[in-house]
């Protein structure tokens, strides 16, 4: 991680050899994917407490969070970018009956963090780019007699994004939306939720950014 992190930051210092302007960048994002892996292992959980099972996990799809970066234009309208997603912790619950035939919640909570870098190539208001994300998938829970969430584990995966965007620009300020679409490079693996078996996934995602900039 550290490595990769060096080589992140030379890839967003490397553009400033060049005449350009740069940009901060404030996005709200919200993506889908069929996430099978981790509504595998909940589904299972479903199914271990059979006829005590009295509101089950729900399957999930959808996960948004914020995106912060970095851009760099170029007066060709090439553009560099780079930042972090930092995703909105999804909490996920199950209602079962216990030994003593009390109602009892188990609580997981899922996050997806990522670290990416890119190009961007602008026409007027539209432009298209493509863009390396290293991801991170944390899947937490309440362990027995504790108050507070533990991560159990974190499933590191790489992605492909490639996106269009319309831009709206003033002279203070710039607007955009981008729809983004992710290919998996790499799987995600849980290997610690459950002793007896692995959860992994070969990850595509649709997603919808909402952007601001700052400057033109």
């Not at 995106?67 to 996920?92: I, M």
């Not at 309440?142 to 974190?154: L, M, W």
Request: glycine letters at 8%; aromatic letters at 14%.
């Amino acid at each position: 991680m550290p490595r990769l992190s060096f080589l992140f930051l030379i890839a967003i210092l490397l553009p400033f050899c060049l005449k350009g302007q740069l940009n901060i960048k404030v996005a709200f994002l919200s993506t889908y994917g069929s996430y099978d892996g981790v509504n595998g292992f909940l589904n299972e959980k479903d199914a271990v407490a059979g006829v005590n099972l009295v509101d089950g996990f729900k399957d999930v799809h959808v996960l948004s969070g914020l995106d912060l970066g970095l851009r760099y234009k170029l007066s060709t309208g090439t553009a560099f970018e780079g930042g972090w997603n930092f995703g909105q912790p999804r909490v996920l619950k199950q209602s079962r009956f216990n030994d003593s035939n009390t109602v009892i919640d188990e609580k997981w909570k899922m996050q997806n963090n990522g670290l990416y870098l890119g190009m961007q190539q602008h026409l007027g208001a539209f432009s298209f780019g493509s863009a390396i994300q290293y991801n991170r998938l944390n899947m937490s829970t309440i362990p027995a007699n504790k108050s507070k969430y533990e991560v159990i584990e974190k499933a590191p995966y790489w992605t492909a994004q490639f996106f269009i965007q319309l831009e709206y620009r003033t002279n203070f300020t710039a607007i955009a939306l981008r729809p983004h679409y992710s290919l998996p490079i790499t799987s995600y693996q849980f290997d610690r939720l459950n002793t007896n078996k692995s959860y992994s996934e070969s990850l595509t995602t649709y997603g919808l950014s909402l952007i601001i900039y700052n400057g033109e």
